[in-house]
């Protein structure tokens, strides 16, 4: 059963493909649960590589004409876009609690945060400067253009069903590129319904299109197409490094926003009231499933004991619910398979002398809710160190000195987000540059904003989302010579 709406056109179980509202050549569809209930919400068409490939030839074809337009007119239907999210912002935030889990809160605040990407590259779009360099001889003179790609691909995760559409749609639109989109299988609702006010805003036909189904044979074509000049990824390492493989067969442009290892480090200095509050805003939004959430807290020997206490006190007081419940503060996992990865790295822990402090177990509404759990003694040797747990643990590791706290956070091959909390101003700034991550919160739980480059180092991806960085990754430069002056 589908959320009730107040804009029930919001509401399509069909793709989006050159403006038209359309199903599978085959007439397949997939199924779409809700995590909450396990109740079958609707379906969407199962579509595979013949009608990725009329999307691409789609995008194509509206390439030249949106290009053309100056940045303030796409500025225009981008910012009428925006206007339009955040007007149906509570139906979005009902339709993704729907098929995501999240509470409501969460949804409101992610269409909101969906919606300033579209926002702030509206501004952008006006503001794609090139160059002028003085030239290497007398009568030649330099210019360097800024120019859109062309046809962009994005394939997004169902953790963040609109933000990581906005996030690449956003500058890509603006650049003047066009895109095909293929949304997460679990969450294809709110990106149909995001589609459905690019129209309304007055994107032209084909320079949005989104199509739901094969993960497979969809992202097969989108990587081989030559069509396609650029892949835009945001999902798991395992999978991005198939797609980066896939691309480099017509070597296109890749931005890959890929998983994370976040080390959560709190030094004996820290206040350790704001350390609490950051670890779960940190850890705990989402259930556990954001690539920048803590996945591993250091914790310095002097305040493990008190900061221990003090965390596992406010865990035990998150709130476990369907995400549509007043008051609600953790939904269920996606799926099974995410309880599944959850309870292996608890039990794994615990064989290796981890102690339960608070929770430990599925929470007693049973389906796909974790209980929010806090792990003391956690050690290197154990799983949770190494991966990416995406669910409600903490595991508290110990650290004696500042250098042992750093190696520890650096032994991995992700470098996403990492966070510290401490006061010494040398020390601050020593951590700071020596922590091998993209983004490092200090004495702050929660970075991710519209005007910042988020992005990751080592295996957590390529390219910069968000801020004046952000739209460079959907512009080539081209360097024009005039001789002969
Ligand atoms: P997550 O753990 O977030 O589900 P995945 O990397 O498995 O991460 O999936 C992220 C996105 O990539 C989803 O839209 C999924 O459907 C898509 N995907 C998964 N496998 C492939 C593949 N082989 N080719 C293209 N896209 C894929």
């Known amino acids: 059963i589908a959320p009730e709406l107040k804009n029930p056109a919001l509401w399509r179980q069909q793709a989006y493909v050159d403006g038209a509202w359309v199903d599978a050549d085959s007439g397949e569809t997939i199924a779409v649960d809700n995590p909450a ?49 955040m007007q149906n912002q509570e139906d979005l935030a009902r339709l993704m609690t729907a098929e995501q889990g999240k509470p409501l809160a969460e949804s409101r605040g992610e269409i909101a945060y969906a919606a300033s990407f579209i926002e702030w590259f509206a501004e952008e779009a006006k503001r794609i400067y090139g160059d002028t360099i003085p030239g290497h001889a007398p009568d030649k003179r330099i210019v360097v253009l800024k120019q859109p790609i062309g046809v962009c691909a994005a394939i997004t995760p169902w953790n963040f069903p609109a933000a990581m559409i906005t996030r690449k749609a956003g500058p890509a639109l603006a650049a003047g590129c066009t895109m ?25 036909k084909g320079v949005l299109s989104c199509v739901t189904g094969a993960a497979g044979a969809i992202g097969g074509e989108l990587t081989s197409n030559p069509l396609v000049r650029k892949l835009s990824f945001t999902g798991s390492t395992e999978i991005g490094k198939v797609l980066l493989a896939q691309c480099a067969g017509t070597v296109k442009k890749t931005s890959m926003e890929l998983g994370g290892n976040a080390p959560f480090i709190v030094f004996d200095d820290a206040d350790l009231d704001a350390a609490v509050r950051g670890a779960i805003i940190s850890k705990y939004r989402n259930a556990g499933q954001t690539c920048v959430c803590a996945n591993r807290l250091l914790v310095q020997d002097g305040v493990y004991e008190a900061f221990a206490a003090k965390l596992a006190q406010a865990v035990a007081a998150l709130r476990v619910g369907r995400g549509d419940e007043p008051g609600v503060e953790i939904g269920p996992l996606i799926d099974a398979k995410a309880i599944e990865k959850v309870e292996q790295h608890v039990a794994d822990a615990k064989a290796r002398g981890a102690r339960v402090i608070t929770g430990g177990a599925r929470a007693p509404l049973g389906g796909n809710f974790y209980s929010p759990t806090v792990l003391a003694e956690a050690t290197p040797d154990m799983l949770i160190f190494r991966e990416e747990t995406f669910g409600p643990v903490a595991p508290l590791f110990r650290f004696k000195t500042e250098a042992e706290a750093i190696a520890m956070a650096n032994d991995t091959e992700f470098g996403l987000a990492s966070y510290f909390y401490g006061r010494d101003i040398a020390r601050v700034w020593r951590v700071a540059e020596a922590l091998e991550y993209g983004m490092v919160g200090i004495n702050e739980g929660l970075i991710s904003t519209e005007v910042a480059p988020f992005g990751g180092v080592k295996e957590s991806g390529l390219g910069r989302e968000g801020s004046k960085y952000g739209i460079e990754d959907y512009l080539e430069l081209k360097y024009l010579c005039m001789g002969g002056m």
């Open 37 to 85: 209930t396990g109740g079958r919400l609707g379906t969407v068409p199962r579509m595979g590589a013949a009608e990725t490939r009329r999307a691409i030839e789609a995008a194509h074809a509206a390439a030249a004409g949106w290009r053309s337009r100056t940045g303030k007119e796409r500025a225009a239907i981008l910012r009428r876009w925006f206007e339009l999210i």
């Open 180 to 204: 095909v989109l293929k949304p997460a299988s679990q969450t294809p609702f709110t990106a149909l319904a995001l589609c459905v006010l690019a129209e309304q805003a007055g994107v032209p």
